[in-house]
């Protein structure tokens, strides 16, 4: 089974800043890199797949990167309703595994 | 809009057999992977099955051998039926759809809210 680690696991970030968070596969997933967003009390929401494309009714904001084994995603400027935790996902192979998430919280 | 909705009792005794539904509306069960994935309180996710709505099943090794999802096409439903639970079973489980027609991408577009699922005498 792949393991996919994400870094760090909390970020306190204050709103209009931008923000990286890392995700790291233990073996290749080729282009196959999904992120949720799960706001709190809430399902998870597919933001991005294929590594870079947004999902639909994702802001432009939103922006993912990288290939093989590290990846990133990147909010260009906090809105309020971004302060939640994100998950990446590998679907490249069964079964399917996610990182531990990362929680952006308000500074 | 499709949707879907998870149901079953909120509390399982240790070494009993867990049960969700889920019904979708606003659209059709077939042509679809359908997948059951759950988060204990406070941490992470974790993918359990999917089945196509013609029966074909897949499940996470770690969980095969207690793991039942079955498909009810004249209901809309799917199912989920996890045997001898213990405590580490205690989570929010959710019922969710993959987002291409016909295809086991491991991608899902549609979820339902999830359900709390309890495991304690």
């Known amino acids: 089974e792949i393991v996919m680690t994400q870094s760090p696991a909390t970020l306190s970030v204050s709103p209009g800043e931008r923000v990286t968070l890392s995700c790291r596969a233990s073996?290749?997933?080729?282009?196959?890199l999904a992120w949720y967003q799960q706001r709190p009390g809430q399902a998870p929401r597919l933001l991005i797949y294929?590594?870079?494309t947004r999902a639909t009714g994702i802001p432009a904001r939103f922006t993912g990167s990288g290939s093989g084994t590290r990846f990133t995603l990147t909010i260009s400027s906090l809105q309020s309703e971004d302060f939640a935790v994100y998950y990446c996902q590998q679907y490249n192979n069964w079964p399917l595994t996610f990182g531990g998430g990362t929680k952006l919280e308000i500074k | 809009q499709v949707q879907l909705q998870e149901s079953g009792p909120g509390l399982v005794k240790p070494s009993e057999t867990l049960s969700l539904t889920c019904t979708v509306s606003?659209?059709?069960?077939?042509?679809?992977?359908w997948s059951w994935i759950r988060q204990p309180p406070g941490k992470g996710l974790e993918w359990i099955g999917y089945i196509y709505y013609s029966g074909t099943t897949n499940y996470n090794p770690s969980l095969k051998s207690r793991v039942t999802i079955s498909v009810d096409t004249s209901k809309n439903q799917f199912s989920l039926k996890l045997t001898s639970v213990t405590a580490a079973d205690t989570a929010v489980y959710y019922c969710?759809?993959?987002?291409?027609?016909?295809?086991?991408?491991?991608?899902?577009?549609?979820w339902g809210q999830g359900a709390l699922v309890t495991v304690s005498s």
């Open positions: 969710a759809r993959d987002s291409t027609a016909t295809v086991a991408g491991g991608l899902w577009d549609y």
């Open positions: 073996q290749s997933v080729t282009g196959n």
């Open positions: 294929g590594v870079s």
């Open positions: 606003g659209g059709s069960i077939n042509n679809y992977y």
